[in-house]
């Protein structure tokens, strides 16, 4: 497509828009298969009791993933974005393989660094590729949408994965799903995205914003908007680690069932991803400060309150509410960066941001499994959950009103 034929814009570009949404519904699914059942897969296929080795498969697949995140914002410019995606996909497709035919739990990290290097690529592509086509009005819907895709996949699949082990073993009828989407993924991908360069060149044209003079300092460190929203997003996918890895964990302690525990950890993932529906565009239109507040607060309050209760309906409120609240982050965190970034720089930007905001699951799955070994999982939620509620007053005290 010629640069001076393209138009920016969500409507302009719907039939595309909506091919990357299923794209990233496929990406999600992919890491939803592994939610619900892998600390029971863990126990029972390789008799791991520490919560730190249980966890440490979310620190394998955070670490992939953050480092993924970076390269991915790099390469997005270099090699096309398109070409980027399918090379996530490529990364996919040996995962289910090899948790079907694992012998060792060694084979499970290395399958779990595999789907990180896959959720960093396909994932980060899928995001760049959206705001790229729909320019400056609607960034936060755009990301509301593509968010809401992702995990609301998440969601369901953590619920089927965890209906089909209850009904038919833990492995290997959950991973046959993998087979499936990592395979269906690469060929939409192949036969049916074009890649969005042409639009950075077209909205780079009309743009005044300021470049950053060094993109990951500035992210990390010094920019306060850009550093605000950076260390929500490590706290966000901190808490969200210890919640994939010592939700299941409480949860087995009280005696509930696999699908019990399936509908309690897909509720979360699942509110978190409808109300990107609303959120998304609800941070193109209110302060982004005040919904990353209020976002990160109610995640902290929700997680304080899990070791209180072992009702089921209060324990499916509280996952509510913490999925409420990552649902008014996630989206604003995006449209935040692609608001205050130069077009050109915005790939590399969110790719720091996503290196960081993804390290938060290895550190949280390190953080909370040597608390939950040493002093129980109890002490190890709360303490995530004070850390969660720092982060929001970091936003309230340090970032600009945007």
Do not use: C
């Not at 409420?324 to 995006?334: I, K, N």
Request: glycine share 10%; net charge positive.
């Amino acid at each position: 497509m010629a640069e001076e034929n393209i138009q920016l814009g969500l409507k302009e570009n719907w039939q595309q828009f909506v091919i990357l949404v299923i794209i990233n519904a496929f990406v999600g699914a992919m890491i939803g298969l592994e939610r619900t059942i892998f600390p029971e897969f863990a126990s029972l296929e390789f008799g791991i009791a520490s919560k730190t080795a249980i966890l440490s498969f979310i620190i394998a697949f955070g670490i992939t993933k953050a480092i993924a995140n970076f390269f991915a914002g790099k390469l997005a410019n270099r090699i096309g974005r398109k070409n980027l995606l399918l090379a996530g996909w490529l990364f996919a497709i040996p995962v289910p393989f090899i948790l079907i035919n694992a012998t060792h739990w060694n084979w499970v990290i290395f399958a779990n660094i595999l789907l990180g290097i896959n959720q960093g690529l396909t994932w980060s592509s899928t995001v760049v590729m959206k705001i790229d086509l729909v320019g400056e009005k609607n960034r936060g819907l755009a990301m509301g949408l593509n968010e809401f895709s992702g995990y609301f996949a998440v969601g369901f699949m953590a619920f089927l994965s965890a209906y089909i082990a209850d009904r038919y073993g833990i492995t290997p009828y959950p991973f046959y799903l993998g087979i499936g989407i990592s395979i269906l993924g690469f060929l939409i991908t192949l036969l049916m995205v074009r890649d969005t360069k042409v639009f950075v060149k077209k909205e780079h044209a009309s743009n005044d914003k300021g470049e950053l003079v060094n993109i990951f300092l500035e992210t990390t460190f010094t920019n306060k908007t850009l550093s605000s929203v950076t260390q929500a997003g490590l706290v966000n996918n901190l808490n969200d680690g210890m919640i994939w890895g010592l939700l299941p964990i409480i949860l087995l302690s009280f005696s509930y069932r696999t699908e019990n525990i399936g509908i309690i950890a897909a509720i979360y993932p699942t509110v978190w991803g409808i109300g990107q529906l609303f959120t998304g565009k609800m941070s193109d239109v209110y302060s982004k400060k005040k919904m990353l507040f209020w976002g990160m607060l109610a995640q902290g309050l929700a997680i304080l309150l899990i070791p209180f209760t072992t009702e089921f309906f209060l324990l499916a409120i509280l996952s509510g509410l913490l999925g409420l609240g990552t649902a008014l982050v996630y989206p604003t965190f995006l449209s935040t960066i692609a608001q205050v970034t130069n077009p050109q720089q915005r790939a590399e930007s969110i790719g720091t941001f996503r290196l960081w905001r993804d390290l938060g699951y290895a550190i949280g799955a390190v953080i909370s499994g040597i608390t939950a070994d040493l002093f129980g999982v109890t002490y190890a939620i709360l303490l995530i959950g004070f850390i969660t509620i720092i982060s929001s007053l970091i936003i309230k005290i340090r970032m600009p009103k945007i």
